[in-house]
């Protein structure tokens, strides 16, 4: 495993000999987006995120020079932070968003959300595709497995690569930290139960790539993270 930083942080090329995770720093509040793409070719898009022509360029400037497939988006959870990219993508690519239906009151709000933040959101496309925990995003050799992970907000999911030993956690737990449990669905009991009870069940060298902030690991995170 080779882990290539090009020391801001800002563009992290997680390489491994089967799966490359690019990370990409996106909108105001800084989302993590991870485009994660297998030996074909085909990638899976998580939190796409950009909210501006540059950020749109930046994303699909990296899918045409990697010739890189988009075969799926999914959103970790449905704020409007993580979502903002959408459209885009979804139009661009001829993909439809991937969540979990638990998220449903977020992507009927998601206007009124982005307005209390400043952030106007044209359209918001919703979810046709859903999945629950234990189903498998697969594409050739690539697969992520889906953990659910409520207590930031319902209908969030942690996506699991057991070959390659990473997950990504959303705003579920971050390198020091753990998402907020003051938004609506917010719960904290829930979400240290998510994060003790399903997250923490992985192994200690598993790669957590959350939605904001740096990376950091399951074993570091167990022994260190100040909120649990
Ligand atoms: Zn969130
Ligand atoms: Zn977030």
């Known amino acids: 495993m080779v882990i290539i930083d090009n020391f801001t942080n800002e563009k992290l ?3 491994t000999d089967m799966i490359v995770v690019q990370k990409f720093v996106f909108n105001s ?9 297998g030996k074909n070719h085909e990638c ?3 939190d796409p995120a950009c909210m501006n022509l540059k950020e749109e360029k930046e994303l699909s400037g990296y899918i045409h020079d990697n010739h890189l497939t988009p075969v799926m988006t999914v959103n970790t959870h449905f ?14 690519y001829g993909l439809k968003p991937i969540a979990h239906k638990n998220g449903k009151l977020f992507w009927e709000t998601a206007r009124e959300f982005g307005s209390v933040y400043g952030l106007a959101i044209q359209q918001v496309i919703k979810p046709e595709l859903f999945v629950e925990e234990g189903d498998v995003l ?19 999911i942690s996506l699991v690569n057991d070959s390659q030993k990473f997950v990504i956690t959303g705003d ?30 992985l192994p200690g060298d598993y790669a957590v790539l959350p ?4 990376e950091t690991t399951i074993g570091y995170e167990k022994l260190n993270n100040p909120f649990l």
Do not use: M, W
């Open 211 to 214: 939605g904001h902030g740096p």
């Open 29 to 37: 509040f800084g989302v993590n987006t991870y485009v994660v793409s």
């Open 79 to 92: 704020h409007v932070d993580h979502i903002l990219g959408n459209s885009f993508v979804c139009e661009t």
């Open 138 to 156: 697969k594409s050739g050799d690539l697969e992520l497995r889906v953990l659910y992970t409520p207590g930031h907000a319902d209908g969030s």
């Open 44 to 46: 899976i898009i998580v």
């Open 172 to 201: 579920v737990l971050f390198y020091g930290s753990i998402g907020r449990t003051d938004l609506p669905t917010g719960d904290y009991d829930l979400l240290k139960e998510s994060i003790e009870q399903k997250l923490f069940t």
């Open 13 to 15: 090329v997680f390489i």
